[in-house]
């Protein structure tokens, strides 16, 4: 199978508008007579199931929180880009457009990534008339900020809660359909299975969280906008119910995955504390703006930070980028962390964290300036780890965040599997091998508001869709699937609970396919997956009854598909042998320890085909083409 | 440190619940509370007991996810955090304490401590937006709005729907999440179109739902996560009166 | 007429009435207080002639009886709609917490409005009784003699600077209360009207019960 992006003909800034007139178009008559699976309701799902509801089409939605205001959208801190240009910097399309592809280190498609900067724009607009309370000039005008080392401010924000507020903003267009009848809502529910029918997804397989019960639903088109996978490695930002599943069935029904070896690592997280932790905070990346990154220079140097003199500390990243100094973005940040710590001189009682120093900032700008733009961030500090980060320095320590791969899609977002789209984080995205801070809003809600609703539309109108029935084979049998996946669980009757696998899959992960990667680990990694994978299939132990809510059974289910994909995470990244982006491998790298990237070899998109269980499934290529965005080596020296 | 736990086990929503009495030991005290109930939930589970079910997901404090009435007060003692961002160096080493679901009429417990808060879904399906479908939209800078306004309209969209002042209140009163959500649309000049219907829809959904009525007592104010104020409540019962009069 | 029930009906109209039928018994005991204190002039001849008029026409007048129909129906309605939202009210909460401090999170008075309602009902029963039956119903001229003779009654008295207490705790929320209820809290007069309510309240309460008192330390002559 050749992979086809389906990227329209003509100039970058022509493509989308082109693309639009040349879909085709469902007559507004007729579209309540299509019903659209959405499979997750965060920014990406939600505003789509509420856009594809405003047009007139039967939406049903699935999410399996209490309530589509919880999808982990809600996280975001920082903000969300666009290039309105308010500011007068010299901002424009083209510059976001080539921002996002340089900072994703050359490894996302240029068609994509300008669509992204161009519909930017409109996100903005859209949700200021939602009613989402942008932070405000005293002119009333739109606020902005920089953000994450970018030159120009492009940044909107709603104070530290900008996902929060674009999430509520997405739900709250939902909520109105749903009201209006055109979507239909169900949370607590999970997807655990795609339908293929004729060569086409035409459905899913839902368990009701609190009967227990398996339901069938049909559709014309399916959409997985069910966030990231980071929760494979146990310790991620991400939260505690994210999870592939969907993903994952929809891979191995027959949908490519791409480039799943790209997670980023974002390097300001509140460093694990002990065996306890359940998972990790993120302090947003604007501390950097104002804190200084530093180690003591002795190795195992057992002193209180405020007592080690200035002569004695290594203020490693403004040593090593000069330029950037703690500026640098999130890869770069993230390894240097690492490096210093493996080279003994981490920080803290587990010696893995590096110091986040304020003490110049605020002997600079005052306390006070610095509590009115961090205020909140050392609050949340100082409530997690009882140190008072005005007093002593932040300890801070990388931390898994969110995942640049997911299912490929054409620039329509379809997947290979004709029918069934990908949204959001789900799909492998506009990002390449790096997203930058501030983008991933814009990205989930481009595909929702306004990239969908034209593609979807544009898939429907011109395909024929039979009707079909929730009493086909195809049903039945993705049913007992999931059913028997469900048995199995229940019936190892082990005795290990499903958390122990989960935070040993984690460590494999973390250890070998975490910030730096080499062959040798990524075999063993490979192995150990496999057989930590085969132990829990004979130890796991599931306790409770089907037939009713059973927050062990989900997370088993989970965490056997996570089991499968860290594996394909493994594989990736062993068959990369380059360093780009969140990708760092030890065997590609400068004399002075930086990435390496080798566009001679790597410069596609790697779609992984499922071929089995235990079988080394088949790469396809998507080889990338920059017409617009040279290539260069990133440097931040 | 250690801990005595009174922890209400409820099979599910047609089976009566009781408190059942369980201990954990050896917690450090950067522990957070839901990591000492995953403790307690491992314990359990190698015990071949089934673990405790309860509701949470981001685990730090946005979500609204999680919704544990801890030691008699909703997310615990500590004032301003959810249960995910209370750690248990805010207890005393050996204290005893209860961990019970939201309990309100229109709140069932599904299972043990989780409870169905949907009826909050459908006060905002009531009318909870602004009714402006994707692409109707003018540029972003086309109205200016006032940066107290802003300001306010924030402060109540800060709301994270946890449902912890209707746990609180002593009438299962759902006015400050309400009045949040009408606060913060009201005091934007895109949502003063429809403030009329909202307010009205608004309330009549939350009434029928089942919740109480609000006694001023602002016990929700002091055990919101997010610090809402109950200023809301007053704006709304003002936008109420004009809206039923006009 | 529509709009108008669905707004009486509506758990935020009801508070209304609330609000509404509490400020204007309020006022009915800035009146009734300020009649009162006649009785407290030290000069106990004047003080009898003086309060005896005013209860005379109290229990005469026409517009104090078109007034007092007003009065019934505040108080009515008053009370059935704090009852009605009391019940309602309870019964949101049909499990109740195995671990509740309520004190943690809010003041006695504003949770004790059912109590210190219903105390003050049955005060007002017993007061109608003492003295408002009499005077209307059973042609009693001399309403000095008789308050004298009730607060000189150790028990009587006593019972009724309790009420007053019960009183001054009932105002001291439901003054304030009823402000927020009409959107009048602003942030501005918040603590203004807060404080105002609190000193109302205790200023009320207060000036009743020094009636008793009075009387019963034999102010009012023997």
Known sequence: ?637 | MNFNLKIWRQKNSSTPGKFVDYSVKDIAEDTSFLEMLDILNEELIAKNEEPVAFDHDCREGICGMCSLHISGEPHGPKRKVTACQLFMRSFKDGESITVEPWRAEPFPVIKDCIVDRSAFDRIIQAGGFVSASTGSAPDGNAIPIPKKDADLAMDAASCIGCGACVAACKNSSAMLFVAAKVSHLAHLPQGKVERKERVLNMVAQMDKEGFGSCSNTYACEAECPKGISVAHIGFLNKEYLKASLS | MGWFLRFLTSSVGQKFIQGFTGFFLISFLLVHLAGNLQLLNPNVEVAKESFNKYSEFMSTSMIIRILEIGLVLGFFFHILVGTVLYFRNRATRPIAYGDRRPSKNSSWSSRAMMLTGSLIFVFVVIHLINFFVKARFQGETDMYTLVKAAFTDPLLSSFYIFAMIILGFHLNHGFQSAFQTFGLLGKKYEKFIKGFGTTFAIVISLAFAIIPVFFLIGLGGK
Not at chain 1, 58 to 80: C, K, L, M, P, T
Not at chain 1, 221 to 249: D, E, F
Not at chain 1, 443 to 471: E, H, N, R, W
Not at chain 1, 616 to 629: D, N, R, V
Request: aromatic share 10%.
């Open chain 1, 1 to 637: 199978m050749v992979l086809d992006a389906k990227i329209p003909e003509g100039p970058i800034e022509k493509k989308w508008y082109n693309h639009k007139f040349n879909l085709k178009l469902v007559n507004p008559a007729n579209r309540r007579k299509h019903r659209i699976i959405v499979v997750g309701t965060g920014l990406a799902g939600g505003a789509a199931a509420a856009s594809l509801g405003e047009m007139g089409y039967e939406v049903v939605a699935f999410a399996y929180q209490d309530s589509a205001r919880r999808a982990h959208s809600i996280a975001a801190q920082g903000g969300i880009n666009a290039a309105k240009n308010y500011r007068n910097d010299g901002d424009s399309v083209y510059r976001l457009f080539y921002d996002t592809v340089k900072g994703g280190d050359y490894r996302a498609r240029e068609a994509n990534v300008y669509r992204l900067a161009e519909l930017s724009v409109n996100i903005i607009d859209q949700c200021v008339a939602q009613g989402v309370p942008f932070a405000r000039e005293y002119s009333g005008y739109l606020d902005n900020r920089s953000f994450g080392g970018a030159q120009v401010s492009r940044t909107f924000y709603a104070r530290g809660q900008t996902g929060q507020q674009l999430l509520l903003g997405a739900y709250s267009a939902l909520a109105r359909q749903v009201g209006l009848g055109t979507v239909k809502m169900n949370a607590r529910h999970e997807v655990l299975d795609i339908v293929v029918i004729d060569g086409r997804a035409r459905g899913v397989i839902v368990r009701d969280m609190v009967t227990g019960e398996i339901e069938r639903h049909s559709g014309d088109a399916v959409v997985l906008a069910t966030g990231g996978y980071g929760n494979a490695y146990y310790l991620s930002t991400n939260a505690k119910g994210c999870n592939t599943t969907a993903i994952w069935r929809a891979y191995k029904r027959g949908a490519f995955f791409g480039n799943p070896c790209f997670v980023q690592i974002h390097p300001t997280c509140i460093p694990v504390s002990g065996d306890h932790q359940s998972k990790l905070t993120l302090m947003s990346e604007s501390l950097r703006n104002d804190g200084r990154v530093w180690v003591p220079m002795k190795k195992d140097d057992p002193r209180k930070p405020n007592d080690i003199p200035e002569e004695e500390r290594d203020y490693y990243l403004e040593r090593r980028y000069p330029a950037f100094g703690n500026l640098v973005p999130r890869d770069v940040a993230s390894r240097a962390a690492k490096l210093e710590c493996d080279n003994g001189r981490g920080v803290g009682a587990s010696k893995m964290a590096v110091y986040l120093d304020f003490a110049d900032a605020i002997k600079r700008q005052g306390k006070a300036k610095i509590e009115e733009k961090y205020g909140n961030l050392f609050d949340m500090y100082q409530e997690i780890t009882d140190e008072n980060p005005y007093e002593v320095p932040m300890r801070i320590y990388p931390a898994v965040h969110y995942t640049m791969g997911g299912l490929w899609v054409d620039y329509n977002l379809m997947t290979t599997l004709p029918g069934l789209f990908a949204a959001g984080e789900a799909n492998f995205s506009d990002h390449g091998a790096n997203r930058l801070g501030a983008s991933a809003l814009m990205q989930g809600l481009a595909d929702g508001y306004f990239v969908l609703p034209s593609t979807l539309s544009g898939y429907i109108g011109g395909t024929d869709l039979p009707k079909v029935s929730t009493d086909a084979p195809e049903f039945a049998e993705a049913e007992k699937d999931v059913r028997d996946k469900i048995d199995r669980l229940m019936s190892v009757k082990g005795d290990k609970s499903v958390d122990y696998f989960h935070k040993h899959l984690g460590k494999i992960l973390w250890d070998k396919v975490g910030m730096g990667r080499n062959e040798a680990g990524l075999k063993e990694a490979i192995s150990e997956i496999r057989e930590l994978r085969e132990d829990f299939w004979k130890n796991v132990r599931v306790l409770g009854d089907t037939n009713e809510l059973n927050q062990s059974l989900e997370k088993a289910g989970r965490v056997a598909d996570f089991f499968e994909l860290a594996e394909l995470i493994a594989i990736d990244a062993l068959h990369r042998r380059e360093s780009c982006g969140g990708h760092f491998r030890e065997e590609s790298q400068t004399e002075d320890n930086e990435a390496k990237r080798d566009d001679e070899n790597f410069s596609y998109v790697a779609a992984w085909e499922f071929k089995g269980l235990n079988e080394q499934p088949e790469l396809h290529k998507e080889e990338l083409t920059f017409e617009y965005c040279k290539p260069s080596q990133r440097s931040y020296k």
